[in-house]
């Protein structure tokens, strides 16, 4: 398994300062982790680490190849259960990120269902989050598949953060080969579920991961919320069984994998704990 770092060192930088920083660190992969439709002042004016899903994917990809980088996926992560609406990062955007990975030779694109942040969204019953989670995503899965791209869902709510809600969601879409797992290890230990067991019930289906450990105080957290967008700590330093999970999944369809840990001592210490399990 190959390791990777997101896209997102340094705050109010480009892109571009971005990628040089992971280089600088010696890693070899990193994802399309931030980025918006249309045109966004942040970028135009250097303050914004984010690549445009109408880019011309060429542009995107010599970016990456500029600082000796490969992309590994992009990231699409939506907020699939609040009514639809051109504001909100959903289908539209996911539907261009299958697009812009199509067009630089990247096979995943990882999303997520989100966290409802309307009245509407939270009220809505089991059932029904699958059911408008799944209506939202016919259309991304039925483009990838044409464009031979691979739809991963990834637990960051409260659908994807169990076992239950993922398997609910592939099988309300009728199991397509092209739809996966981003296993994030983190976020499905902080949602309450057991990354090695969530490892072991989709192994066939992970094929991309993104790692994260979390500290002993995270414990009370577990069960009200549904992701983080990065580590505090080392892997290694928490009580997530990463070894764990690694184990599982050593001998999965996995190629690529990101870290997702704060601060670069805590992500080169990071790095060194997963190539001591025997990632690359």
């Not at 309450?192 to 989709?202: H, I, N, R, S, Y």
């Amino acid at each position: 398994m190959k390791v990777g770092c997101f896209a997102l060192v340094d705050p109010f930088s480009l892109l571009d300062h971005q990628l040089e920083r992971v280089a600088g660190m010696g890693f070899k992969y990193a994802d399309v982790t931030d980025n918006h439709p249309g045109g966004i002042l942040g970028r135009e004016f250097g303050f914004t680490a984010t690549a445009s899903l109408d880019d011309h994917p060429q542009d995107v990809l010599s970016l990456f190849e500029k600082h000796g980088l490969t992309v590994t996926s992009v990231c699409a992560h939506a907020n699939l259960l609040d009514a639809s609406s051109p504001a909100r990062y959903a289908t539209n955007e996911i539907l261009k990120a299958v697009r812009l990975a199509a067009g630089m030779g990247v096979q995943d694109v990882i999303t997520t269902e989100g966290e409802a942040k309307g009245t509407w969204g939270h009220n809505l019953s089991w059932e029904e989050q699958v059911f408008v989670t799944a209506e939202k995503l016919v259309e991304p899965v039925r483009l990838a598949a044409h464009y031979n791209v691979r739809i991963l869902l990834e637990p960051h709510g409260p659908l994807t953060g169990s076992i239950d809600g993922i398997t609910a969601i592939m099988e309300k879409l009728g199991n397509p080969d092209n739809l996966g797992v981003n296993l994030d290890t983190g976020n499905s230990w902080l949602a309450g579920a057991d990354p090695v067991e969530m490892a072991k019930t989709f192994k066939d289906r992970i094929w991309h991961v993104h790692w994260k450990d979390l500290p002993e105080d995270w414990e009370a957290k577990r069960g009200t919320m549904y992701g983080c967008g990065f580590g505090p700590i080392a892997l290694g330093d928490g009580v997530i069984d990463l070894a764990g999970v690694y184990d599982v999944l050593k001998d999965s369809p996995v190629e690529y994998s990101t870290l997702e840990v704060g601060g670069d001592d805590n992500m080169l210490k990071s790095y060194a704990f997963l190539q001591s399990l025997g990632a690359k």
